[in-house]
């Protein structure tokens, strides 16, 4: 039997950016967060190493400067006036988690401590500058629980453990989503006059990746499967200091607090490629660099890794420490608390007398469900659907373009999440319940029941084993169109025995075999878009770097992608049929594209 609930707001995913919006929206509405974790488990927990704001509390900084690395950082595909927005609200954001009791690490004089992070730089790319706010290296977690702890206080409602599988779209309005409670099997509707999407990201499609195990992107193959396009799809970035062959994230804060990559032969190979910043170059670059390094046969022992080396002597040595400061093991232990402690329990090694094996690894999406400024969805290039937010990594707004700065995903999140949570709390003020459909849970049904009672010969777990070595081996840091055609044919061929899949599992309780091979489903969709994307794009951009393309071309691809389900409000399982593509112009205010140099 279907339960039915009925709140003003409805937010998915209890993250940063879901329990910002929460936040927000329920200073005047009556708001429900709908999540398939605890809270206080979400992945927000997991970022490291700070949160950019030019505060200018260690030396001089501005707004403008960190609007500029932004765009620069995004190779010139991030939309400026959102860019803007970001950098301007993070100085706001920032005092008011302050406000809220968020336990920042803090100046001898008390103000809020700042490091450097990769591509933030001063006086438009003159040097390094100290912008990431911090608590030391938790600082996600601090988010996260100081977002929770507000929530319960303003008394938001919490469905813990409701796994939503389908969003209710009629006639360009949002009425609800439908979830599944992991506990019963019991399917529930939330019938809402808003809802904001806040699901995170989908790095799972990837074999080696820093995202946690339900990072698989669910309601983003919702919206898409039921009409709404995905922008920007082919812009993955892989974080170069992923724990080698597990990619648990070693995050750059150990780089901004000195630490170095090593080659075979002990050289620190980041002076060559970024002369500027050296090892505080963006991602994508270092990423690069990594694995140039390695295919010119200098990974360690000949391997596909190099070092990171954090020994106090080594950054000394090298004056590579905040400000050519030198650091001694206890600043190291106290500033990288987390961080040493990984190397420590997954690696069995000291990280203060050995250097840390280290490669790239799937990190985050930069593209997802197109939202404006205010995160409404949009349904076209121009067009929003009522009712309808995301926020946060599943969503694009864009101000990471092709390639995203440390320290600027937990910025998106809060300034982001809270303008949507603003923007929905005055659209219930005005708006009515839009009726519901006369059974909007019956795709679920039939789709869960499908799964179910399969009794085919496929089996999930080999399925994404296949979909994860494809999508890492032919869809990663270099990308060329033989790989990615391989990778698109091996995509769409899981698909076609996807409908053949078996499970194990029949029974109702915590039936995460069921959820798990559903989850699969919507990986399949995204990965499928994914390698569409790139293969699509024929230049190299940020992240998106192409071995037969190599330079970037302003004149045919300054534009995002917009992808599209063929077959427009399909179901809610996989889908079938073709990707339609349309692009869409890049808002250009301040910063006129130019090369991109460090």
Not at 232 to 250: A, N, R, S
């Amino acid at each position: 039997m279907t339960q039915h609930h009925q709140f003003d707001a409805v937010i998915v995913g209890a993250g940063g950016a879901g329990l910002m919006a929460a936040l927000h929206a329920s200073k005047t509405a009556n708001v429900a967060v709908v999540s398939k974790l605890y809270p206080t488990r979400s992945h927000t927990g997991t970022a490291q190493g700070g949160i950019a704001a030019a505060l200018g509390n260690m030396e001089p900084d501005s707004w403008e400067w960190h609007m500029y690395d932004t765009v620069k950082g995004g190779d010139y595909l991030v939309d400026q006036d959102a860019a803007e927005i970001l950098a301007r609200d993070a100085i706001e954001a920032i005092i008011e988690l302050e406000h809220m009791g968020l336990p920042f690490d803090r100046t001898p004089e008390g103000k809020i401590e700042q490091r450097r992070f990769g591509g933030h730089t001063a006086n438009f790319g003159e040097k390094a500058v100290m912008r990431a706010c911090k608590a030391a290296d938790r600082t996600g977690h601090m988010i996260l629980q100081t977002l929770f702890q507000q929530c319960i206080k303003n008394k938001v409602n919490f469905f813990n453990e409701f796994f939503v599988t389908d969003v209710i779209l009629e006639d360009n309005v949002c009425r609800g989503v439908v979830a599944i409670e992991m506990a019963t099997s019991e399917i529930h509707v939330f019938h809402a006059k808003a809802v904001l999407i806040a699901a995170g990201g989908f790095g799972k499609m990837f074999q080696v990746t820093s995202n946690a195990h339900t990072l698989t992107g669910d309601p983003v193959a919702a919206l898409y499967r039921r009409g709404v396009p995905l922008e920007d799809m082919e812009f993955f970035q892989f974080h170069p200091t992923g724990i080698y062959k597990m990619g648990i994230l070693l995050s750059e804060a150990a780089r901004g607090e000195g630490a170095v990559f090593i080659n075979d032969k002990g050289e620190r190979f980041m002076e060559r490629y970024a002369p500027t910043l050296k090892d505080l170059a963006p991602r994508d670059m270092a990423s690069r660099y990594i694995y140039q390094e390695v295919r010119d046969g200098r990974g360690i022992g000949g391997k596909d890794y190099v070092y990171m080396d954090f020994r106090p002597e080594t950054i000394n040595r090298l004056k590579s420490g905040p400000g050519g400061k030198e650091v001694t093991r206890e600043h190291l232990e106290k500033a990288l608390p987390d961080i040493l402690e990984f190397a420590r329990v997954y690696l069995g090694i000291d990280p203060m007398k050995d250097p840390v094996p280290i490669q790239p690894t799937a990190h985050y999406a930069m593209g997802g469900i197109p939202t404006d400024v205010d995160g409404r969805v949009l349904a076209d290039n121009s067009k929003a659907v009522a009712g309808l937010y995301a926020a946060g990594e599943c969503a694009c707004v864009s101000v990471h373009g092709a390639n995203r700065l440390g320290t600027n995903s937990l910025v998106d999140l809060v300034v982001f999440g809270r303008r949507g949570g603003k923007h929905m709390a005055d659209f219930c003020k005005q708006a009515t319940f839009a009726p519901l459909p006369a059974n909007a849970a019956r795709d679920t049904a039939a789709e869960f029941d499908r799964l179910h009672a399969g009794k085919g010969h496929e089996r999930p777990a080999a399925l994404r084993n296949t979909m994860q070595k494809a999508m890492t081996g032919d869809v990663g840091v270099f990308r060329n169109e033989a790989d990615m055609e391989r990778a698109l044919d091996t995509v769409r061929e899981l698909k076609e025995r996807y409908r053949n899949v078996k499970i194990d599992d029949t029974g109702k309780i915590f039936n995460t075999d069921v959820l798990e091979t559903f989850e699969l489903g919507c990986l399949l969709d995204l990965a499928e878009i994914t390698a569409a994307a790139a293969l699509r794009r024929t230049e190299s951009r940020g992240g998106h770097s192409r071995e037969d393309y190599q330079a970037r071309d302003d004149a045919n691809w300054l534009n995002h992608s917009m992808a599209y389900c063929a077959m427009n409000g399909a179901a809610v399982g996989v889908t079938a049929g073709d990707i339609k593509f349309d692009k869409k112009p890049v808002v250009i205010t301040k910063f006129q594209p130019k090369e991109r140099k460090y």
